[in-house]
């Protein structure tokens, strides 16, 4: 149990485009979703964190503008890069939450290019 | 925020050898997570400990609370080439959304 699907695994776009993650929890309803930013070598940085229904709280210095999240249901939550640049090019990871204080559950991950 | 601080940074091993990962915190936690990241992966979640003193074995890997609840360990006995990846504790940061801080994390190689 416990599955989260990430999609896509794997973006090479020109810069200027504006890329869609979508995260899926397929067996469990979430009740939090989180979005991750991790660069080679180094340790996940949280971005934002979504709850269904309401607004996203960012992380400071994560520009919300940029990094456009939607939760639309217990079920899926998107992350759009808009614009996206090179200095954007990064591993981005969604997890779900099921209960409060229980662990998260970590989509496979999206590497996304920008050229 | 929680913050947590893990060493080592890298540990290269002989398999067979003994592994072992530290996080430390100037505070006291409510709980603390493990995860392990194989090359090219995600975070897979290994174990929450919550109580002070809590000790948890998972076949080769033991995962201990300090009393204080101000620290954590993994250690793997007898390494193998399948442990190879990058081992991180995480903790919660507080508020109602029990986000997680990760600690940098600990690569280990395994030379067969």
């Known amino acids: 149990g416990a599955v989260v699907s990430q999609h896509p695994s794997w973006v090479i776009c020109k810069s200027g485009t504006s890329v869609k993650i979508e995260c899926r929890s397929l067996?469990?309803?979430?009740?939090?979703m989180f979005w991750y930013r991790q660069f080679p070598k180094q340790s996940l940085m949280l971005m934002a964190t979504?709850?269904?229904?309401?607004?996203?709280?960012?992380e400071q210095g994560v520009e919300k503008d940029k990094f456009l999240i939607n939760h639309a249901s217990l079920t899926l939550s998107t992350l759009t890069v808009t614009s996206a640049h090179p200095e954007d090019s990064s591993f981005y990871i969604c997890?779900?939450?099921?209960?409060?204080?229980?662990?998260?559950?970590f989509g496979d991950g999206t590497r996304l290019s920008i050229l | 925020g929680q913050q947590v601080m893990q060493i080592p940074q890298y540990q290269h091993v002989q398999e067979g050898e003994d592994f072992t990962t530290y996080c430390n915190s100037s505070?006291?936690?409510?709980?603390i997570q493990w995860y392990k990241q194989r090359p090219g992966g995600h975070p897979v979640f290994l174990i929450q400990?919550?109580?002070?003193?809590e000790v948890k074995k998972q076949k080769r890997l033991t995962f201990q609370f300090g009393e204080a609840k101000k620290n954590s360990s993994l250690h793997i006995t007898a390494t193998q080439t399948t442990d190879v990846g990058t081992y991180f504790c995480?903790?919660?940061?507080?508020?109602?959304?029990?986000?997680?801080?990760f600690g940098k994390g600990t690569l280990l190689t395994v030379n067969p």
């Open positions: 995480a903790v919660n940061s507080g508020g109602s959304n029990y986000k997680l801080t």
């Open positions: 067996d469990f309803q979430a009740t939090t």
């Open positions: 505070t006291t936690l409510s709980n």
């Open positions: 997890s779900a939450q099921g209960p409060v204080n229980q662990p998260q559950h």
């Open positions: 400990l919550v109580k002070s003193g």
């Open positions: 979504s709850n269904e229904g309401s607004k996203a709280t960012y």
